[in-house]
């Protein structure tokens, strides 16, 4: 069988452009084929085809020349729109990379039990500690612990619960109740806002309980987020500010945001992208 070594690029830029065109919609609401093609620098005729599997997957509603949201509604902020994990992934790549391995440095090499919420960023974390033998590793998100069983010397506990499709994490009370009883030493944690006025938000209010019994049952509480996270407040509170004790985000992060995030108590520890940690 004849394999395509350019076949992983193509399907990356696929999913790269995927989730541009989620973005555009999500931003805009309804747009034209046209449009959109033009925004994109892609023929009509190739944004037909992932309109086509976008459109298979419910995650958008095909229209007479264009294309909108499913769930497209004028009132509802951009912030409070979520998109499924795989179309995120491919969003701010290189800086949850780099929030990734700061946050992994932050991990002492000694036996201890590590929580891992679900999230893109959060994922990145476990790729970085997937080679340490003496961690603990306790998570509620299917994927995170499907790459960590390819690992043997690290033990994985998993969350029962509900499986949300949009994020892989298992939630509710059967989560609830065994996150309940363990003792973390460190809880890393993906969000979908963090403010010095909102605290950590997600979009599902059955999500933010799980991730509240993981961060009460955590010695230390460590929030990944890239810089478009701040500022942002969603429907479910998780936490307050105070209940973290850093945040790792990168350079962009707005500044106004990041003082008032600081004036508020938080750590914050800004990681370069192309650079170190400052």
């Known amino acids: 069988m004849h394999l395509d070594p350019d076949a992983p690029r193509t399907s990356s830029r696929r999913t790269v452009r995927l989730s541009r065109i989620l973005d555009l919609l999500s931003e805009g609401g309804p747009a034209r084929v046209t449009g959109l093609a033009e925004q994109l620098g892609i023929s009509q005729a190739t944004l037909r085809r992932d309109l086509a599997l976008l459109e298979a997957q419910n995650l958008l509603a095909r229209t007479h020349g264009g294309a909108q949201p499913t769930d497209f509604s004028p009132e509802l902020p951009v912030h409070l729109r979520e998109l499924p994990v795989r179309f995120r992934d491919a969003r701010h790549r290189q800086a949850k990379q780099r929030i990734a391995l700061a946050a992994a440095l932050t991990i002492a090499r000694r036996p201890q039990a590590i929580a891992l919420s679900g999230g893109t960023t959060t994922t990145e974390v476990a790729r970085y500690l997937a080679d340490r033998s003496e961690l603990t590793i306790i998570t509620n998100a299917i994927n995170i612990a ?59 209010v059955i999500e933010a309980r799980t991730n509240q019994r993981m961060i009460e049952r955590a010695q230390r509480v460590v929030v990944v987020a890239d810089s478009s996270k701040l500022g942002q407040v969603n429907l479910a509170k998780i936490a307050d500010l105070r209940d973290v004790q850093l945040l790792i985000t990168d ?12 004036a508020a108590g938080l750590d914050v520890q800004l990681v370069q992208v192309g650079g170190g940690v400052r």
């Open 146 to 204: 499907m790459e960590l069983t390819m690992r043997p010397r690290l033990r994985v506990f998993v969350t029962g619960g509900m499986m949300r499709s949009e994020s892989y994490e298992l939630v509710g009370a059967w989560s609830e109740r065994f996150l309940e009883s363990l003792n973390i030493a460190v809880a890393i944690m993906g969000v979908d806002g963090i403010s010095a006025q909102g605290g950590l938000t997600t979009h599902d």
């Open 251 to 262: 350079s962009d992060a707005p500044p106004d945001q990041v003082q008032a995030l600081r």
